[in-house]
């Protein structure tokens, strides 16, 4: 009998003896499962300072690379297909981590940046680079619609709700994504003006 009333699997990243409180983040871990590795940003959401600001960096980048590679519905493509397998991949994350919003998990700032560099093109550099300020401020400091979005799940308790675990997955995704609507909404006004 396992006296733990909501067991999350044992992982191969997890020491014998090792207590079941929250797990903190390490290459080890990334690499234990491809969820992990998708939700901490391949890497940026390890940064031990504004894992966040990382993860968009990377974004950033990412972007810079594909942009004249992807059209527009190769883009549409991949950014829907971010979010529905991100919510998945910070699902899973989220649980292994035994957090229910781990500042780790980096995939939503990923997603959402995405849609607003796409969504936004074209754009210079300079342009990308007050999406990235606006977008960032929207996130950390979660103004009206981005933090009713955060706090919608965080009084979820995956022990007494057996979808508390997707819940807190799409917690982690939406916040961002309304981040990056307020951002979007910001440039739309600043070019029609």
Known sequence: MNPDPNPVQDAPYREAGE???PVTP?????MAHPA???????GSGLSPKAPGT???????????LLQNRLNDLQWGVL??????????ACTVT???MRVMDPGSIVWDEIAAFWLVLWLATPMVFW???VAFALFRFFDAVKPGPVAWADQLYHDV???????GWRKAGWGIMLDDLVAAFCTLLVIALWRVW
């Open 19 to 21: 207590p079941r409180g």
């Open 26 to 30: 390490t290459a080890r871990f990334m």
């Open 36 to 42: 992990h590795v998708m939700a901490l940003g391949f």
């Open 54 to 64: 990382a993860g968009t960096l990377w974004a950033w980048l990412t972007f810079a």
């Open 79 to 88: 950014i829907t297909l971010s979010v529905l397998v991100g919510w998945w």
């Open 94 to 96: 989220a649980r292994n």
């Open 127 to 129: 342009g990308q680079a």
């Open 157 to 163: 308790d995956p022990v007494t709700d057996p979808a």
